[in-house]
């Protein structure tokens, strides 16, 4: 069973940034390919990014070229840097984490297995 605990959510005003991190309870982190979702009041959930065992990630067009998705073998860590934040990114945002081969390429339609809890992200105008 692995467990996944976000942080660092928070309330920004509109083009402020925020850092949201991602620790996972597993011995074999490096085994996972891992993404970041969001869902909005109201809402269906959507993907935002994924990174996979190589770190070749993927993005949503929404946030291309604002937010960044990294990981942290050693620290069991996945990281989402949001910079140009935008009233519209406003959310509870989750990561989530799958098994995966080296050479797999995860997407946000990938059945991941395990969840967090998730971190709450309030942008201004």
């Known amino acids: 069973q692995v467990q996944l605990v976000e942080s660092g959510g928070g309330a920004v005003q509109s083009g402020g940034s925020l850092r949201l991190s991602c620790v996972a309870s597993?011995?074999?982190?490096?085994?996972?390919?891992m993404g970041w979702f969001r869902q909005a009041p109201g809402k269906e959930r959507e993907g935002v990014a994924t990174?996979?065992?190589?770190?070749?990630?993927t993005y949503a067009d929404a946030v291309k070229g604002r937010f960044t998705i990294s990981r942290d073998n050693a620290k069991n860590t996945l990281y989402l840097q949001m910079d140009s934040l935008k009233p519209e990114d406003t959310a509870m945002y989750y990561c989530?984490?799958?098994?995966?081969?080296?050479?797999?390429?995860?997407?946000?339609?990938?059945?991941?297995?395990?969840w967090g809890q998730g971190t709450q992200v309030t942008v201004s105008s």
């Open positions: 597993v011995d074999t982190y490096n085994s996972y390919c």
């Open positions: 990174i996979d065992r190589l770190r070749r990630t």
């Open positions: 989530a984490a799958v098994p995966c081969g080296l050479y797999y390429r995860v997407t946000t339609t990938t059945d991941y297995s395990y």
